[in-house]
């Protein structure tokens, strides 16, 4: 599996961004995609999920109501729509596919096949 972040950018706080990641290769054995981000200075962390089916999303508390994550899979791509964007979400955010579902859905164990990472940098 590949993935190819891309959408970040340079945003005024309140703006809006949307970010793809671009899967390709065999996703079988996969069950979703992931988002997390690394600020700097800062561990990397949860910011949003989705199944396949689309079925299940979850949030991170601080993205809850402003960020929504969702996929495509006819484009075999997901997204994740950020909008009210704070300064804190300033920060590399990266893609990733979810290879199990033993410690849940916000372990960065969870997951594999890791993208490069966009850059969000939001101004105040």
């Known amino acids: 599996v590949q993935l190819q972040a891309s959408g970040g950018g340079l945003v005024q706080a309140g703006g809006s961004l949307r970010l793809s990641c671009a899967v390709s290769?065999?996703?079988?054995?996969?069950?979703?995609m992931g988002w997390f981000r690394q600020a700097p200075g800062k561990e990397r962390e949860f910011v949003a999920s989705?199944?396949?089916?689309?079925?299940?999303?979850d949030y991170a508390d601080s993205v809850k109501g402003r960020f929504t994550i969702s996929r495509d899979n006819a484009k075999n791509t997901v997204y994740l729509q950020m909008n009210s964007l704070k300064p804190e979400d300033t920060a590399i955010y990266y893609c990733?596919?979810?290879?199990?579902?033993?410690?849940?859905?916000?372990?960065?164990?969870?997951?594999?096949?890791w993208g490069q990472g966009t850059l969000v940098t939001v101004s105040s």
């Open positions: 990733a596919a979810r290879i199990s579902r033993r410690s849940g859905v916000g372990y960065q164990i969870e997951y594999a096949y």
């Open positions: 290769g065999r996703t079988f054995g996969t069950y979703g």
């Open positions: 989705v199944t396949w089916s689309g079925s299940n999303t």
